[in-house]
Each structure stands twice: as structure tokens, then as C-alpha cells.
């Protein structure tokens, strides 16, 4: 089927309309018709290829809410008419150690990555979710309950379960004491999830005008890490530490800040490499950590916790003909905290 789509053909020129052909509904195969598509800021970083070789043309997305419109006979999850959702993979080899533990996103063969990608037969190109339909192997596909807005479900996706994942690895809970570094589109879904949690949550940010959002997200402290006085009072202070910066900065000042044994989890990519000092780990078997999203049983429980808890992501939904704007925006941090697109617009 043709699906109406945004599309980017090269790393220097914009998202223009686009017609995708999407696969016919196999057996086990779920056809969504969009509601909602998030706009992450890897979408941007692939579609520039700054990440590395990207593949044109590219419809970004993997942050993917709608209705089913159809599903194959082997389909026992959905029916037409359910909420659901797709995040950043949509399919693995299923057959490989981490795949059989359930770790989809560290599959041996590589998964199937929503766009910018292949299919697993590695020959098919992967298209996201810029479009008004989409067709994924049931496994890939996730339950939205009917409770979360959609557009403010459709960052949970991706924002959600990658600042749930280390959450929950880490074993945060009532009475931790858990920083977050950075109040972007990441950050300001772990100072909602991690206070959901029970814990008390510091804000470790750069802009003091982030400190009443912050307040009202989850976090009991603000701290402005440009003030170096806050590194000296905040030292040995925190449990678990969850780093979103994408920008560089200096890992070794915020390992200062745990306590013996605790962790901090690097989930933002800045664009060089950060040294980082063996005396940093040592002191008190501080440990450094890194947490890629999650896998797909974390992307259904993330969704079923902010239901409970009746919260989803702070969005802006825009029209699909205002994305290049939206990007231009988001580059300049000029974003409360996911722009969304209504995909009724494309």
C-alpha cells in the first residue's frame, strides 16, 4: 500500500512530501494507521548524517502512535481498533543469546531499526513513522492503554523507555537520591519517572530558567551546574545519577557527586569523546554505565507505568509541514521538551 510520508533525500536538504510503498500485512504483521509521530533529536542527527553513512531517501520516526487498521492471521495481541505503538526497532533475528533473553536492541545480527535501516533480510529499506501508516511484526508492537493521550504517549517510545531503562536496571525507588543532568526531551521524562519512582530527585542543569519547570515535572532540587560551589556541596550526595547531556562536559565532575557504589548512566551522546579518570571510579566503586533505549518488554511496561501514574511526555504537536521549522527549533533547544507530529497532517 502507498502511505503518505516526509521524507529527506540527502544529508543537506529538507523534509519534502514523500509516497512510501508499505509491505502488505503478512501473518504475523500489524498495520497502524498514525495518530501521532514524535520527533526525536536522532532523527535529525541521522537524516544529516552525523552518526555516520545514512541511507536516502529517509523517512525519519520512532516514536509511532495509532490505531490498528488491520492484522494477519497469526496476530493474538491486537485488533482492529487498538491503541499502538512502535519505537525504535521492528524486528530482530529473535534467535541470538540477547535476543532469546530479551534484549532485542543488542541482537548479534543487528536489529531492524525503524528507519535508516533494513529489514532483516538486509536488503529491504526501513521507513519511520513521518508517514500516516505503518506495517511491523507484531512482536515489535506495543499496547498503548487507552488512558494516555496519544500525542503525549508517542515519546515514550523512545524519551520514555531510554530514561526507563536505566531506572529500573538500577533499581531506583522510594527514598534514592537520583540526579538528572540535562531538562531536554530525555531529562525531563527521568525527573518525571524517577519521582514516580519515589525518588528525590535533583535537577542538575545550566539554565537557571529551567528551575520552575523542573519543580513542576518531579524534581525536589535545582542546581546549576555552571556554579562550581554546587559539585563541592552536591559531593557523595546521590545514588544514581542519569546523565541525557548530548553536549561535552566533564563525566569526572559528576562521578564526585556518588555515593560508595553508585551509579552514574550515560543515556545523551556528545559529539567527542569525555576522559574520564581512573581515581573518579575507584573512589567508593563509583560505576560508569551506558543504557541504549530498552528492550521491547521495558517499552510495554514504561507505557503502562505513565498510564498509572497519568502522565506522558510535555509536547508541542505540529503540522507535518511545519518539521523543518520544528528541527530548526529543536537544534536551538526551543522545545517543551518533544514536538509531535499529527499525522492526520501529512
Same mark, same amino acid.
Given at each position: 500500500?502507498?502511505?503518505?510520508?516526509?521524507?529527506?533525500?540527502?544529508?543537506?536538504?529538507?523534509?519534502?512530501?514523500?509516497?512510501?510503498?508499505?509491505?502488505?500485512?503478512?501473518?504475523?504483521?500489524?498495520?497502524?494507521?498514525?495518530?501521532?509521530?514524535?520527533?526525536?533529536?536522532?532523527?535529525?542527527?541521522?537524516? =544529516?548524517?552525523?552518526?555516520?553513512?545514512?541511507?536516502?531517501?529517509?523517512?525519519?520516526?520512532?516514536?509511532?502512535?495509532?490505531?490498528?487498521?488491520?492484522?494477519?492471521?497469526?496476530?493474538?495481541?491486537?485488533?482492529?481498533?487498538?491503541?499502538?505503538?512502535?519505537?525504535?526497532?521492528?524486528?530482530?533475528?529473535?534467535?541470538?543469546?540477547?535476543?532469546?533473553?530479551? #534484549?532485542?536492541?543488542?541482537?548479534?545480527?543487528?536489529?531492524?531499526?525503524?528507519?535508516?535501516?533494513?529489514?532483516?533480510?538486509?536488503?529491504?529499506?526501513?521507513?519511520?513513522?513521518?508517514?500516516?501508516?505503518?506495517?511491523?511484526?507484531?512482536?515489535?508492537?506495543?499496547?498503548?492503554?487507552?488512558?494516555?493521550?496519544?500525542?503525549?504517549?508517542?515519546?515514550?517510545?523512545?524519551?520514555?523507555?531510554?530514561?526507563?531503562?536505566?531506572?529500573?536496571?538500577?533499581?531506583?525507588?522510594?527514598?534514592?537520591?537520583?540526579?538528572?543532568?540535562?531538562?531536554?526531551?530525555?531529562?525531563?521524562?527521568?525527573?518525571?519517572?524517577?519521582?514516580?519512582?519515589?525518588?528525590?530527585?535533583?535537577?542538575?542543569?545550566?539554565?537557571?530558567?529551567?528551575?520552575?519547570?523542573?519543580? =513542576?515535572?518531579?524534581?525536589?532540587?535545582?542546581?546549576?551546574?555552571?556554579?562550581?560551589?554546587?559539585?563541592?556541596?552536591?559531593?557523595?550526595?546521590?545514588?544514581?545519577?542519569?546523565?541525557?547531556?548530548?553536549?561535552?562536559?566533564?563525566?569526572?565532575?559528576?562521578?564526585?557527586?556518588?555515593?560508595?557504589?553508585?551509579?552514574?548512566?550515560?543515556?545523551?551522546?556528545?559529539?567527542?569523546?569525555?576522559?574520564?579518570?581512573?581515581?573518579?571510579?575507584?573512589?567508593?566503586?563509583?560505576?560508569?554505565?551506558?543504557?541504549?533505549?530498552?528492550?521491547?518488554?521495558?517499552?510495554?511496561?514504561?507505557? #503502562?507505568?505513565?498510564?498509572?501514574?497519568?502522565?506522558?511526555?510535555?509536547?508541542?504537536?505540529?503540522?507535518?509541514?511545519?518539521?523543518?521549522?520544528?528541527?530548526?527549533?529543536?537544534?536551538?533547544?526551543?522545545?517543551?521538551?518533544?514536538?509531535?507530529?499529527?499525522?492526520?497532517?501529512?
Amino acid at each position: 500500500m502507498r502511505a503518505r510520508a516526509y521524507a529527506t533525500t540527502a544529508a543537506d536538504q529538507p523534509l519534502a512530501p514523500f509516497t512510501v510503498e508499505r509491505r502488505e500485512v503478512g501473518p504475523a504483521d500489524v498495520l497502524i494507521e498514525l495518530i501521532a509521530s514524535g520527533i526525536c533529536h536522532s532523527d535529525l542527527h541521522q537524516a =544529516r548524517s552525523e552518526w555516520g553513512p545514512a541511507k536516502y531517501p529517509m523517512v525519519p520516526g520512532h516514536e509511532i502512535v495509532g490505531r490498528v487498521a488491520a492484522v494477519g492471521a497469526q496476530v493474538t495481541r491486537f485488533k482492529v481498533g487498538d491503541l499502538a505503538g512502535v519505537g525504535c526497532m521492528v524486528d530482530s533475528c529473535r534467535a541470538c543469546r540477547p535476543c532469546a533473553q530479551g #534484549d532485542e536492541q543488542f541482537c548479534e545480527q543487528t536489529p531492524a531499526w525503524t528507519y535508516n535501516g533494513t529489514e532483516m533480510d538486509r536488503k529491504t529499506p526501513t521507513f519511520g513513522g513521518y508517514s500516516t501508516h505503518v506495517v511491523v511484526t507484531e512482536h515489535f508492537v506495543v499496547k498503548v492503554p487507552e488512558g494516555l493521550d496519544p500525542f503525549a504517549a508517542a515519546p515514550v517510545l523512545c524519551a520514555g523507555v531510554t530514561t526507563f531503562s536505566p531506572l529500573r536496571e538500577w533499581g531506583c525507588k522510594q527514598g534514592d537520591q537520583v540526579a538528572v543532568v540535562g531538562l531536554g526531551g530525555l531529562g525531563h521524562m527521568a525527573v518525571k519517572l524517577a519521582a514516580a519512582m519515589g525518588a528525590e530527585v535533583t535537577l542538575l542543569s545550566t539554565s537557571p530558567g529551567k528551575q520552575a519547570d523542573a519543580t =513542576r515535572l518531579g524534581a525536589a532540587n535545582f542546581e546549576l551546574s555552571t556554579d562550581r560551589t554546587t559539585f563541592k556541596k552536591l559531593a557523595r550526595r546521590f545514588d544514581l545519577i542519569i546523565d541525557t547531556v548530548s553536549a561535552a562536559h566533564d563525566y569526572n565532575a559528576y562521578l564526585n557527586l556518588l555515593r560508595p557504589r553508585g551509579a552514574m548512566v550515560v543515556v545523551g551522546v556528545p559529539p567527542t569523546p569525555s576522559p574520564v579518570s581512573a581515581f573518579s571510579l575507584i573512589a567508593g566503586n563509583r560505576r560508569l554505565a551506558g543504557s541504549s533505549i530498552g528492550n521491547m518488554r521495558q517499552t510495554q511496561e514504561v507505557l #503502562d507505568f505513565c498510564a498509572q501514574h497519568r502522565f506522558g511526555a510535555d509536547v508541542e504537536v505540529i503540522k507535518a509541514a511545519d518539521v523543518n521549522d520544528a528541527w530548526e527549533r529543536m537544534v536551538k533547544n526551543d522545545v517543551k521538551y518533544r514536538f509531535v507530529i499529527d499525522a492526520k497532517t501529512f
